[in-house]
């Protein structure tokens, strides 16, 4: 077995542990692997290892890597979206976590009725209101809610967040715990299920699911640290 696809099966076998530890079984939370910054050679290796759920976080990389690999892979696009890319992003993915404004979710609503596609999304929510993130704040997003729902394009099945840094794992709890209050109360108001919430990454993914997250977006933990100087078409970095 590859190292990545030992690291594969310890994450999926971690995922299961911390699903069984919320009342849960291990398939009802997801593995999402993100391959950004990886070349297709080793994700490969993770499709090898059974593994068919990937994340990217770039347009120009998700359209160079998507097309090379099988077409049995699914693919969730979790990174900022500019309007002007949703129509190159739309085609690939089944699922966007990054919606992050109306004007942004009016605009994929459009575009995705003139591809005829219906793609799940995720509501970014800012949690620690930092100036240097982007997403919705929980007023934002109360007083938008109707009309996010309303958009008949858009399968809004959830919300995502990227908690701030924090030393210890632990940290994020209280944010993860605020993304499933939120997620609370915007159904209560809408009567709008919104059964999904995507968060938690490799260093605190376990918390995540322990704070009731559906999708763990997982990538160093699988593949490695990633080198800075990716991009595709640049040099292939190597695995760690
Ligand atoms: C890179 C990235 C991840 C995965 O990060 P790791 O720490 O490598 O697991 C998850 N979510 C988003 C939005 C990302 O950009």
Redesign the pocket.
Known sequence: MTEIASRLEEVRGRVADAARRSGRAPDEVELLV?S?TWPVDVIGEVVAAGHRLF?E?KVQEAEEKIPRLASDLRWHF??HLQRNKVRKVLPLVEAV??IDSLKLANHANRVAEELGVHPDVYLDVNVGREGSKHGFNAEELRGELDALLGLDRLQVCGLMC?PPAAAEADDARKWFAALRALRDDLERRSGVPLPKLSMG???DYEVAIEEGSTIV?????IFGP?KTRMAAGGPDPEPA
């Open positions: 993100v950004k994340g976080n979790i990174g976590h990054s990227i990454m490799s260093h977006r997982v990538g160093s933990a990633r």
